[in-house]
């Protein structure tokens, strides 16, 4: 099937240069790429296809990586049964020239909504987006929390964004020292029960 989806684009949409990547790991879905400049035409080329007809947006989302951002795209068909991860890789940027790459609003309204977290959370400005803004962060929040290299800031309108008392330290580190004092990282699930949850130790098969 990606074959012929391959096949398909790059005879319908000029310049798309739809490549078929292998699966990383034994299990897990093939995906195609595309250009990023390509890919409103190359949506729509798949939304309207008669062979193919995915006429459904399932999933946007993005990857920041060190050398690009990666967007993915999952497409379903429900009248041919097929699904589809497409994918498009932009060059990073920065937040004062955040990477761009066409909204597919105009295709499928589902858009909307996935494009705007993208961008809150990766920083990827989708042209032509029809209400393009945040959506999970405050409109002048600093920054994309889901880049690698993103620093959260210490306060916003004079609140402190991350208090001390809030962070529930202990709790966060509790499997990680567990480990540490077992010496077997193996021998523990990092369970929020008891000390022997998860363990395999004498104290814990007594307890049984």
Avoid at 3 to 12: D, G, P, R, T, V
Avoid at 14 to 31: E, F
Wanted: charged content about 25%; aromatic content about 8%; glycine content about 6%.
């Amino acid at each position: 099937m990606h074959n012929q989806i391959a096949e398909f684009l790059n005879k319908s949409v000029a310049g798309c240069n739809a490549v078929i990547n292998a699966p990383v790991a034994v299990v897990g879905d093939q995906s195609i790429t595309v250009e990023a400049a390509s890919i409103l035409e190359v949506c729509r080329a798949l939304k309207t296809s008669p062979d193919f007809a995915f006429n459904v947006l399932q999933v946007i989302t993005g990857t920041d990586y060190p050398d690009r951002v990666e967007l993915s795209y999952i497409l379903a068909s429900y009248s041919k049964n097929l699904e589809l991860i497409l994918k498009a890789n932009l060059p990073r940027g920065d937040k004062n020239n955040l990477p761009k790459i066409n909204s597919i609003v105009s295709l499928w309204s589902a858009a909307n909504f996935q494009e705007r977290e993208t961008y809150d959370m990766i920083g990827v400005d989708f042209v032509g987006h029809p209400d393009f803004r945040r959506i999970l962060c405050p409109y002048d929040w600093d920054g994309h929390p889901l880049r690698k290299d993103y620093v959260v800031q210490e306060k916003y309108l004079d609140m402190v964004v991350n208090p001390p008392e809030k962070n529930n330290t202990a709790d966060q580190m509790f499997g990680k020292h567990l480990k540490e004092e077992l010496g077997d990282p193996k021998r523990v699930s990092s369970s929020w029960k008891d000390r022997t949850a998860g363990t395999d130790t004498e104290e814990a098969k007594d307890g049984e």
